[in-house]
């Protein structure tokens, strides 16, 4: 067996009001594409800085590409690419400047035209970083990340604020380091990056993992292949959750006031069921939505909350 990329066990950080990690166990096979995914507060960030070497844990041991940071970190720096979740540049400086900068703080770096092209920024290479947009600086954060030619990557919210099309712009980048084979760890609440990029995630809540395997492994476990959601007028009485789990194909309900998420094996069925439930008893529908499950269901699934919910 390979040795791990990244190797977490028992890992625990706590501050003076809340818990960010408690005894997290994780392991990152090299090359894969992992995803830490989780909503806000979940402590996804506190475990990628232990992992980055910027926080010490309290508890657990930690092995970065078979080394630890209390034994000697000069070497292992070396082989890292860092993206914070939100970077701070000298906006005085070019696109060049800057990552000429980052390159020299390595020992054998990727050919910087390489690196600007890669990230699509030939055209602004001599432009201020003041005046880039709020996708071109991502981009320059990730090609901060990449110049020194890493084995692993550590990309915290990577496209956190961006547009939809810059969002699929860093995705494509991110394809490209994993198609090098190249190691990455990314953190995000938004499923569809990582049903998109991610080969594994683990959805992390109170510092804690709460499940762990492919998208679509997580997904299956749900016994569900697609989410009804609805909502009746706000002066209809609740509907009855017996009533609604009775229909055909339905396995779970959940009900937040007037709106319903209703997890169905067989769609085709239990909408009708459901729209015949609603004309029999009188109640007027404002909303009706299906979608395939997703992992944002597996989280709602398993928590109650929805993963941008703090």
């Not at 981009?139 to 901060?144: I, N, T, V």
């Not at 090098?180 to 990314?186: L, N, P, W």
Request: proline residues 4%.
């Amino acid at each position: 067996m390979a040795q791990p990329a990244l190797l977490l066990q028992g890992l625990r950080k706590a501050y003076k009001d809340v818990v960010a990690v408690d005894g997290l166990d994780l392991e990152v096979r090299p090359g894969e594409c992992f995803g830490l995914l989780g909503p806000n507060g979940a402590g996804k960030t506190t475990t990628i800085e232990i992992c980055e070497g910027l926080t010490v844990p309290d508890a657990g041991t930690v092995l970065v590409l078979g080394e630890r940071w209390d034994q000697g970190h000069r070497g292992l720096r070396q082989r890292l690419g860092i993206s914070l979740q939100e970077t701070q540049f000298t906006e005085k400086l070019t696109v060049e400047e800057t990552l000429r900068l980052f390159r020299s703080f390595y020992h054998h770096p990727r050919p910087l035209d390489e690196v600007i092209e890669a990230v699509q920024l030939t055209e602004k290479r001599r432009g201020r970083v003041g005046q880039l947009s709020g996708g071109q600086k991502q981009r320059l954060a990730l090609a901060c990340a990449l110049v020194g030619n890493p084995e692993l990557f550590f990309l915290d919210e990577p496209t956190t604020g961006l547009d939809p099309q810059s969002r699929r712009q860093l995705w494509d980048l991110i394809e490209e380091v994993k198609r090098a084979g190249r190691t990455v760890v990314i953190t995000t609440h938004y499923m569809e990056e990582a049903e998109r990029l991610c080969d594994r995630v683990a959805i992390v809540d109170k510092g804690r993992v709460i499940a762990l395997g492919t998208p679509r492994e997580l997904i299956a476990r749900l016994g569900v292949q697609h989410v009804v959601e609805f909502r009746i007028d706000d002066s209809a009485a609740p509907l009855d959750e017996a009533a609604l789990l009775a229909l055909d194909g339905a396995v779970s309900v959940r009900r937040q006031e007037q709106s319903y998420l209703l997890e169905s094996s067989r769609v085709h069925k239990t909408v009708p069921a459901l729209l015949a439930l609603l004309n029999a008893h009188g109640l007027p529908l404002d909303e009706l939505s299906t979608h395939s499950a997703t992992l944002e269901d597996v989280f709602v699934h398993l928590t109650g909350r929805h993963l941008r919910d703090g």
